[in-house]
């Protein structure tokens, strides 16, 4: 566990994300999905997916609690959970990847869902040779 992320906090993002799921807006997919992020600072921020009919202006959830966070201040991201109404664990898209890498690269992701099964990785695992801020510097 990276940094100390430590149960207590664990259950509390998942719990806080399952909440957020029962706010997406899925009125195309019907899957809801919730997220939550800690940031460096301890602080935790929830969001969920909101489709549109224009299907690719849809922002997943774990986007929405990142720029939540980052409109926060939040500058500095050390875990991120993903939670889906699903009998299995679903990881973050490849979009969701890279937002996370900005704030984030040595992040955890932490994949729940109804069933028994997390998955836990570090972004590095889910990411590798990613691209970043560093490769922009001249």
């Not at 029962?22 to 940031?39: D, E, I, N, Q, R």
């Not at 489709?51 to 926060?72: D, P, Y």
């Not at 959970?81 to 890279?98: E, I, K, L, M, W």
């Amino acid at each position: 566990m990276p940094d100390g992320l430590d149960d207590v906090t664990l259950q509390r993002m998942i719990a806080l994300a399952r909440q957020a799921s029962g706010s997406a807006y899925c009125p195309y997919s019907g899957f809801a999905v919730g997220s939550a992020v800690l940031g460096e600072g301890g602080e935790i921020v929830a969001g969920c997916n909101v489709e549109n009919a224009s299907h690719g202006l849809t922002t997943c959830a774990e986007r929405v609690a990142v720029f939540g966070a980052v409109a926060r201040g939040v500058r500095s991201i050390r875990a991120v959970v993903v939670f889906t109404p699903t009998p299995s664990p679903t990881a973050p898209c490849g979009a969701c990847r890279q937002v996370v890498y900005e704030f984030g690269p040595g992040a955890e992701i932490i994949c729940a869902c109804d069933g028994p099964d997390l998955i836990r990785r570090p972004l590095s695992e889910l990411l590798p040779d990613a691209f970043g801020p560093s490769d922009l510097a001249g």
